[in-house]
Every structure is written in C-alpha cells, then in structure tokens.
C-alpha cells in the first residue's frame, strides 16, 4: 500500500482515485472545488478543499510523508505548474503530472516532475492502433520503438506450435500469452499448438509487429 497525495479532481483525477481506491492505497485528495472534493470523498482516506498554489497549504500538507504525489490538473496550466514546483520544494519524492501538450510536458519536467502523463494523447495513439486494425484488440506502449499487442492468431499458424513456427527466430516477436475469452495462459509452453479460439499478447519491436500483424 502506497501513501499517495492526489491533487486535481477533474475527471482524469476522480478515475485515478477510483483506481487508487481499488488498489487499496492510502489518499489524499486535494481540490479548490468544494463539490469535487465532496464527490469523491467515498473513493478516499481523506480529502481537503485548498489552493495548491498556495505556500503555506503546501507546507500543511506534510509533502515529504507520501510515496507519490499526483498533479491532476487539467483545466489550469499556471496553477500545474506552480504547484508542481512548490511540491518539489517541499520535499515530495515523487512527482507525477499530468501534461495536455508537449510543451506543458517539458516546462513540468523542468520545474521539478518526475514524470509526466498525456491522457488524451495516449488514449488517441491507443484507439487509432485499436481501431485501425481490424485484428488487434488491445496495444501497451512499453517504449517509443517496442509494444505489446494483442492480436488473431494467423489462419497459417492453426493446429502448429509454437515451436514448429519458430516464432521468434522468423518473426523476431516474442508470444507473452494465449487467451481464450477470459481466461489468460501466461508464457505458453512450446509444445502450445494455435486454435481459432484464441488471441495472443505479443511482444516486440513495432516495426516487427507491424510486419507480423499485417502478415
């Protein structure tokens, strides 16, 4: 269980409580809005209305006692920043902030984020990889050049292994899954032999992916 202050309670904010609360982490959650702070009171530890870009509500905080401090402010890019800043001042050991362009992005980075996260921007990289390909089902950006997809096992492969493809050796992807509705098999021996009924979560280069999924 992490200690985590959580500041913003927009959308993006109330579904990180949400979250949060479902990974049974300890939060404070923080919002100059009275009816957002009431809102999301049952998904918390705990919860105060105040201006984050204030000094002294900072320093009341006690920054330095959480794991994670979270910067969920969407709607306010001055107020992302000076609060992200003073966080740092502060203490906090870690920063994550929320970036709505990449100019926000590099400006938080510079004045004391950890991190930064693009909402929207990964969500519409996610649904134009989803969306865009009639055999994919789900995508994970690990790194700018390497993913992990889920996607239709190829007509070619059903009734083969694993072995008897050489998935790796000819398609330079690695097979992480198998899946069937629900049910996940994790690392597939390689004696596992493809039916239609499946999907597979793989792993890769993109540039290999992209070969293989339009294969």
């Not at 209305?49 to 320093?59: C, H, L, M, Y």
């Not at 740092?88 to 902030?97: H, I, M, S, T």
């Not at 004045?111 to 969500?123: H, R």
Request: aromatic letters at 8%.
């Amino acid at each position: 269980m992490k200690s985590i202050l959580l500041i913003g309670l927009g959308r993006f904010g109330r579904h990180m409580a949400q979250k949060f609360n479902e990974m049974n982490h300890d939060v404070l959650a923080v919002d100059i809005n009275e009816d957002r702070v009431n809102e999301v009171l049952p998904l918390v530890t705990n919860a105060q209305i105040g201006d984050s870009t204030n000094e002294q509500f900072i320093a009341s905080l006690g920054v330095r006692d959480f794991d994670l401090c979270v910067v969920a402010i969407g709607d306010n890019f001055q107020s992302s920043l000076e609060t992200t800043a003073l966080l740092k001042d502060y203490g906090a050991r870690f920063v994550l902030a929320r970036a709505n362009r990449d100019v926000h992005a590099k400006f938080l980075l510079r004045n004391g984020a950890d991190d930064v996260v693009y909402p929207e921007k990964q969500m519409a990289i996610r649904s134009a990889v989803r969306f865009g390909s009639d055999n994919v089902f789900d995508y994970i950006e690990l790194t700018a050049d390497h993913s992990i997809y889920e996607t239709t096992v190829p007509e070619s492969w059903l009734g083969k292994s694993i072995v008897q493809l050489a998935v790796r050796q000819k398609y330079h992807i690695s097979i992480l899954a198998t899946k069937r509705g629900e049910v996940l098999e994790p690392l597939p021996k390689p004696e596992h032999v493809f039916g239609s009924d499946e999907t597979i979560l793989i792993m890769g280069a993109n540039k290999d992916i992209q070969k293989f999924i339009h294969f």
